[in-house]
């Protein structure tokens, strides 16, 4: 399987902080696409890069039958213990293995960036019944916050030229360098997709300073660094930190979020 390297390596390195220190996703969102969709019970859910299972845990509580898909065998062995009910098979989004016309819905939560998107769309398409949907979530930061803006700074500056930009925030534009709208453009003009439809919902995590610092210690470009790399990264993290009111202490902070949710139907 084909994986660009900072995800195969770095989530492999670090499945347990990954899990530990990024936030779950609203109830409200996953009550709207249940609705739209719908999602219940006699339904299929393709879960496309499924990592640790955040949002597969949600999916189950739908009732739908849910299909995990997950090409790093450290991401897919923690969804598998956390999910016993869901079955969990090693894949990407352009290749899942899984038999053509299964699925009502297929979602991908923080991960469609990662994919070829013009093979993950045919992948999609072959995956999908007549009226199903392809859904894209994405938890994005609330840069309005110094702090958090900061700490999105960092993590930009460090990215290899290589790595997969994450969406634009909702009311940022690609000048800002805060993301990429290039998702959005690989429906123009290709047939058999309805409207994009979708809902922003604010996400609120409750967390700890630490686990703020481990937040950007496990995403990939961080995890795949040698130690001596890493250890820098983290001191700057956390002298950035000491500097804002908000987050000087070591105890309780929260992390605002808002979680993006797009859906487009196929025809």
């Known amino acids: 399987m084909r994986v660009h390297h900072a995800a195969g ?24 696409l ?14 496309l890069g499924a990592g640790t299972g955040k949002f597969t845990r949600l999916l189950a509580l739908t009732g739908a039958e849910v ?3 997950e090409p790093v065998t450290a ?26 016309g299964c699925a009502d819905a297929v979602v991908a939560a923080q991960s469609w960036h990662w994919f070829d998107q013009e093979a993950a769309l045919a992948e999609v398409e072959r995956l999908l019944r007549p009226g199903g949907a392809l859904v894209l979530v994405w938890n994005t930061y609330d840069t309005s916050v110094p702090w958090v803006r900061d700490f999105q700074d960092i993590y930009f500056r460090l990215a290899p030229g290589d790595l997969p930009s ?8 690609e000048d800002e360098g805060a993301g990429s709208d290039a998702w959005r453009r690989a429906f123009d003009g290709r047939p058999g997709w309805g409207t994009i439809e979708e ?27 040698d130690p001596a790399d890493q250890a820098r990264v983290r001191a700057e993290v956390e002298a950035m930190l000491r500097s804002h009111d908000a987050t000087r202490e070591s105890g309780a902070v929260e992390m605002p979020y808002t979680t993006d949710v797009y859906w487009v139907r196929r025809g």
């Open 34 to 47: 249940a609705d739209a969709l719908p999602l219940e019970a006699g339904r299929t859910v393709v879960d």
């Open 9 to 32: 390596v770095g989530y492999q390195r670090d499945s347990g902080g990954y899990e530990r220190s990024r936030p779950s996703y609203p109830l409200a969102a996953l009550a709207a």
């Open 166 to 173: 994450p969406p634009l925030p909702a009311g940022h534009d």
């Open 67 to 69: 299909l995990a898909v």
């Open 199 to 225: 809902l922003h919902v604010a996400n609120p995590h409750s967390t700890t300073v630490g686990d703020v610092v481990a937040r950007m210690m496990s995403s990939s470009h961080i995890a795949v660094m």
């Open 75 to 100: 991401m897919r062995e923690r969804l598998a213990e956390l999910l016993p009910q869901v079955a969990v098979v090693p894949g990407t989004a352009e290749d899942t293995g899984l038999p053509g």
